[in-house]
């Protein structure tokens, strides 16, 4: 009896929630829309459209802002996309990410004493996938030039008013950026003043990465004057930047600052153009990329949530909590484990984690009334009717059940060191109990940026890109960050045979653009930044919407959970920094106090926030009515622009 009053009234909170107006308005559209990360990138895309250039074009401009306006992302990032291509009724899957230099090895790693390759600086770099991703995106599947554009980045590197968020995060990073001789000269205007930063509003200028961006273009209208086709020449550009005097430039830029990347390194890389995974959700196709980032955890959390009837819960109700977290808890353990580069062995069994019958399997072992305090991998192999060879080396893995006292659930970090920690059985005594820090949650939710982009044609696309987050170091007079991802490989096979370090591999990244399609169109397409929360937040957008009725901009801000209980994929110098927090969830300010107190009898260790959903941005896709719909979270300063 009390369970069904419970349930009545959190089905009342919901429908109530659903009724309120949002924080920011929604987007409408008939053209065209255009939604990122900042708003002058999000008017970068309008004039693109202005132009006449399709959703792929300002996507792309979109990118090319936001990597100048070093939107915790700079131009030596990564790129993650997925495209709908209404001429073939296909989503593809671009893979712009860069791959581990020559000599990033786990012996190099382990001989200077890291545990993981470092967070920051050159030694933290793969090589750089946006400019790349940036040009095959355009030459494929855009219209304009890249010299069309570009032109609103390069107006910015001139010079453009620096907002509040990104100038104090070059003030508060200013101890680290003094020791890279070229970041700072660039992000430290007043040398010696109390106030190094740029102040917000100030003009900020990029010489260096205006002269790159200028170099690429000429490259472009060069080959453009020698007769090349629109495509041969954009990709002149491309080879100018991967090949060319940039590469030189950028790889002794490098180098001299201590990082291994070589002009081999830049010259072997390319794009790829991939096939998306996907599942089937009550009728609803959703996308996202392959297992060399963290999107498959979300379709598998899908297909193990089909066997819930998550709906009847309510919204946020307890048990609907209790089974979202539960859920996720068992994706992310396999995602620990098994994801990874598909083009190096081993290879993840995707097909086997995809698989419906997997995922009724794993829903088995939710229990519907109290948290498991330590999930494991399971075993997808037989799946897909192969045998599983690393089940030895899961038995070597830390367990992080607490035999202690269940009172106060808190975070397990291991007493020893990484050695001991990896080559020896764990047991319940080799951790201790420490409450999370900001350190730990600042690391949980490092951001990127995202851009969706979608036009009448139908063209639509969503990208979450990253790297050369501030303090980020600059690769010579290039004006080019580079990436810090290579900090998201492991150098034991324990923790992820799958995810090792090795020289032209990429490291599995948390970066997870979704699209989904219904009844053969697009539907949704959502992006958002923050780390490990990602799928989180991108997973309950999606149920907010399919199962609870919300439009896309109420979903957005809707109060969503955080799970701590995962392994961390970025920051931290040693294991225990990156060890799951046991009964760890983050929960909204809002959450009655009913359902704080439940959740603590059922084993939880709960923190409160205004911020539990991330800055969401999405474009709903209204085929009943001919339109589009845009969802912006009142989280950050992301929004966008429509017509």
């Known amino acids: ?102 000599g990033a090895t786990p012996a190099f790693f382990k001989e200077k004493g ?6 920051y600086g050159p030694l933290a770099a793969v090589t750089p996938g946006t400019p790349g991703g940036i040009c095959y995106m355009l030459a494929e599947y855009g219209t304009l030039s890249l010299k069309e554009v570009l032109a609103p980045a390069m107006e910015m590197a001139a010079g453009y008013p620096i907002e509040a968020q990104t100038a104090n995060s070059m003030e508060r990073g200013k101890d680290r950026i003094k020791q890279w001789p070229y970041s700072k000269a660039v992000f430290l205007t007043h040398p010696g003043e109390k106030r190094e930063a740029p102040e917000a509003g100030e003009i900020f200028v990029q010489k260096d990465l205006l002269a790159t961006l200028t170099k690429m273009v000429e490259a472009e209208q060069d080959a ?60 609803i196709e959703v996308y996202k990329l392959q297992s060399w980032t963290q999107g498959p955890m979300l379709l598998q959390s899908l297909n193990i949530l089909e066997n819930f009837d998550i709906k009847a819960m309510g919204y946020n109700s307890p048990q609907y909590i209790h089974t ?43 229990n519907p009334d109290h948290n498991d305090p330590a999930p494991l991998p399971g075993d997808p192999y037989p799946f897909e009717g192969k045998t599983n060879p690393y089940l030895q080396l899961l038995q070597q893995r830390p367990s992080l059940t607490d035999t202690a006292s269940q009172k106060k659930p808190a975070r397990f970090v291991p007493k020893h060191d990484a050695a001991s920690l990896l080559n020896t059985p764990a047991s319940p005594e080799m951790y201790a109990s420490n409450e999370i820090d900001s350190a730990y949650m600042d690391r ?47 150098l034991d096979s324990v923790l992820c045979p799958f995810n090792v370090v090795a020289p032209g591999k990429r490291p599995r990244v948390t970066l997870t653009p979704s699209m989904a399609l219904k009844d053969g169109k697009p539907y949704l397409s959502f992006a958002v930044q923050g780390g490990d929360t990602q799928d989180q937040n991108l997973l309950q957008f999606f149920l907010n919407m399919v199962e609870f009725g919300m439009t896309v901009q109420q979903a957005t801000e809707a109060a969503n959970i955080n799970t701590n209980q995962l392994w961390l994929s970025l920051g931290g110098t040693t294991i225990k920094d990156r060890m799951p927090h046991t009964g760890s969830i983050l929960l909204n300010n809002n959450t009655p106090d009913t359902t ?18 991330g800055p969401i941005n999405a474009i709903f896709l209204d ?4 339109s589009l719909w845009g969802g912006s979270s009142n989280h950050g300063e992301d929004y966008g622009i429509a017509w």
């Open 596 to 613: 704080r107190s439940i959740l603590k009898k059922m084993g939880y260790n709960p923190s409160y926030g205004e911020r539990t959903s």
């Open 114 to 119: 890291y545990n993981f390759p470092p967070e």
């Open 324 to 366: 979202l977290y539960q859920t996720m808890n068992l994706t992310f353990a396999d995602r620990d484990f098994y994801y990874g580069d598909p083009y190096f062995m081993p290879k993840t069994p995707i097909a086997g984690l995809l698989s419906k019958a997997y995922a009724k399997d794993r829903a088995k072992l939710i």
């Open 444 to 490: 949980l939710w490092r951001g990127t940026t995202s851009v969706e982009a979608a036009d009448k044609d139908g063209w639509v696309v969503s990208i979450t890109p990253s790297g050369g987050w501030m303090p980020a170091c600059i690769a010579g007079r290039t004006g080019v960050g580079m990436s810090q991802r290579l900090q998201s490989f492991v």
């Open 224 to 283: 453009l004057k020698k007769k090349k086709s629109r495509k041969e020449a954009i990709m002149a550009a491309y080879d100018r930047f991967y090949k060319g005097d940039i590469a030189k430039e950028f790889v002794r830029g490098c180098q001299e600052q201590g990082g291994l990347i070589t002009e081999q390194d830049l010259a072997r890389w390319k794009p790829i153009e991939e096939e998306p995974l996907h599942v089937n959700y009550k009728g």
């Open 1 to 102: 009896m009390k369970q069904l009053l419970f349930l009545v009234i959190f089905l009342s909170l919901g429908l109530t929630m659903r009724a309120q107006p949002t924080q920011k308005p929604p987007l409408h559209g008939r053209h065209w829309m255009a939604v990122t990360g900042k708003p002058l990138a999000a008017t970068a895309g309008s004039m693109i459209f202005q132009k006449g250039g399709n959703a792929v074009d300002a996507a792309c401009a979109m990118l090319a802002a936001t990597c100048t306006m070093w939107d915790v992302l700079s131009w030596g990032g990564e790129t993650q996309a997925l495209i709908y291509n209404p001429k073939t009724k296909k989503v593809i899957a671009i893979n712009a990410l860069g791959v581990a230099p020559t």
């Open 623 to 626: 085929t009943a009515h001919g």
